[in-house]
């Protein structure tokens, strides 16, 4: 047996067995959408040395669309979740310089494509981006784990993921509590899996 077969990622009817995992509310989720917010959320953020993030983008629906995402960045510690907006400029600029700071790790899962579209749209190149998939695979996963993987691993969960927020339109001025729920704690399981890993 080679090390890359030693540990089997669960397959989706075993994940859904599981309790769900635990997710954070909405009074754990700040919203963020003017420079002032966004000043705030720096100043709470910078206390801790790694978030977990992630973006979501307007979905495309046909071949040669092309998104203008992300439309949110999500960033989170174990404690609670920040949904950044988009739209305003002072906003915008303080969330390229919160992930252009090489003294944050920003730990997520399935980077890469979130990391094109924010150097496409905040013409910054996000510092210190820790692939969480890569982690398992050094330790000995065969596959991506992606977020649902990861907790039913390290924490016996099942993550719940909303197909009907996740196609949402990330792009509206006004996003809905489930939409808020659900990109804040796409953020957040990473955070808790970083720290699971024992990778501080």
């Known amino acids: 047996m080679t090390p890359r077969e030693q540990h089997p990622t669960p ?4 994940i859904a067995l599981l309790e ?15 420079g002032a917010q966004a000043r705030e959320a720096c100043a709470e953020l910078t206390d801790h040395g790694v978030w977990g993030f992630d973006t979501e983008s307007k979905p495309t629906f046909f071949k040669d669309q092309v998104s203008d995402g992300p439309h949110i960045v999500q960033l989170a510690t174990l404690q609670r979740a920040w ?20 003294r944050y ?18 013409a910054v190149e996000p510092a210190a981006v820790l692939e969480l998939n890569t982690v398992f695979r050094e330790r ?6 992606g977020v649902k993987g990861a907790v039913a691993v390290l924490f016996n969960r099942r993550f719940l993921k ?39």
């Open 140 to 145: 000995g996963y065969r596959k991506d784990m």
């Open 105 to 122: 790790t920003k730990a997520g899962f399935g980077l890469g494509d979130d990391t094109r579209r924010i150097v496409s749209k905040l």
């Open 162 to 200: 909303s197909k009907k927020a996740a196609t949402s339109n990330w792009a509206n001025p006004h996003l809905s509590e489930a939409q808020l729920v659900y990109a804040a704690n796409d953020a957040y399981a990473a955070a808790r899996v970083f720290e699971a890993l024992e990778l501080r």
């Open 83 to 102: 949904v950044f907006q988009l739209h305003d400029l002072a906003c915008r600029e303080q969330v390229a310089a919160l992930l252009a700071d090489a």
């Open 11 to 14: 397959s989706k009817d075993e």
């Open 20 to 34: 769900p995992f635990e997710r954070l509310g909405l009074d754990r989720i700040v919203l963020v959408n003017t």
